[in-house]
């Protein structure tokens, strides 16, 4: 009997955290669509990388799951050099509680990603644009690297033409091209 109360004592933390989340947490989704541009205005860090481990656990404050996703670091076209970096998202699993955030970023072990990421007061890496600020760069069989964007590459790259594959996907020197072209501009290039 204790073990059920305790379970259902959870749920209805998970619950009151929730409802106390969703007005910050909706806020945050259904912000306007970023540009390229944009999101590398708003970071500190823009790094190519594998996803190496994830790992979620709760926030110091209790009130929020988050997830460690450590990358290991292919290229730091802005911000840190490191070899490896830590983003903390919002969502994941502890014990029997999830945490899903609409329109958050979804990682997978082994995963190459490109990330905008912004260090916060504490250090800690964080995505400005939610799923925005990750791409996934993908290779084709022949090895040629290509990205997929969670939004359309028309509110990504607004007024720019581009070519893409018939999967949707924009080669990665191109991508590449126009976030040093980016970064030049800002002052920012590594």
């Known amino acids: 009997m204790s073990m059920l109360f305790g379970s259902n004592r959870r749920r209805l933390a998970l619950v009151l955290v929730l409802v106390l989340a969703v007005p910050a947490l909706a806020a945050a989704t259904s912000g306007r669509q970023q540009t390229l541009d944009g999101l590398t205005k708003a970071s ?21 799951i988050v997830t460690d996703v450590e990358l290991q670091v292919t290229e730091a076209l802005k911000g840190r050099a490191a070899p490896q970096v830590t983003l903390e998202v919002l969502g994941g699993r502890v014990d029997d509680l999830v945490l899903e955030i609409v329109g958050g970023p979804s990682f997978a072990p082994g995963e190459e990603v490109l990330v905008f990421a912004t260090a916060g007061k504490d250090g800690r890496l964080r995505l400005p644009g939610l799923a925005q600020a990750k791409v996934t760069v993908e290779p084709d069989a022949g090895g040629k690297l290509w990205i997929r964007n969670p939004v359309s590459l028309d509110q990504f790259l607004p007024g720019e033409t581009v070519t893409v594959d018939a999967a949707g996907r924009l080669a990665w020197s191109e991508l590449r091209g126009r976030l040093t072209g980016i970064l030049r501009r800002q002052g920012g290039v590594q």
């Open 44 to 64: 500190t860090d823009v790094v190519r990388g594998k996803v190496v481990s994830m790992q979620s656990r709760w926030n110091e404050d209790r009130t929020l």
